[in-house]
């Protein structure tokens, strides 16, 4: 049995959760599903401009972590563009900066 996956640490919860083709022709294929910390990971690096170090320290993971997390998010954004996909950002193994503090017993 695999061990289980830690908590990634996120800051940011997003309004606007489903992203899809506007106009011309919609095809019903499945969405594509991006996790919150797929999202944060995403914003840390493309977004605010941060490096890979200081994006995994914040959401307390490794380096290599961030990098399969980053990698995978675009790859899912890069296929929701391409072949004209919904993208859904719902789930993923995250906590939030205030809940992570409490759970520990950090102020």
């Not at 914040?58 to 961030?66: A, E, G, R």
């Not at 563009?81 to 102020?107: A, D, M, P, Q, T």
């Amino acid at each position: 049995m695999p061990r289980p996956k830690k908590l990634r640490l996120i800051n940011f919860f997003p309004k606007i959760k489903y992203f899809g083709p506007s106009k011309g022709k919609t095809f019903k294929k499945e969405e594509i599903i991006l996790s919150l910390e797929e999202l944060e990971a995403i914003r840390l690096k493309d977004l605010e401009g941060l490096s890979q170090e200081k994006s995994a320290q914040k959401m307390k993971i490794s380096d290599s972590t961030f990098q399969r997390i980053l990698w995978s998010a675009r790859k899912k954004i890069a296929k929701a563009l391409i072949e004209g996909r919904s993208l859904k950002v719902e789930g993923g193994n995250y906590c939030f900066k205030k809940r992570w503090r409490h759970r520990f017993g950090r102020k």
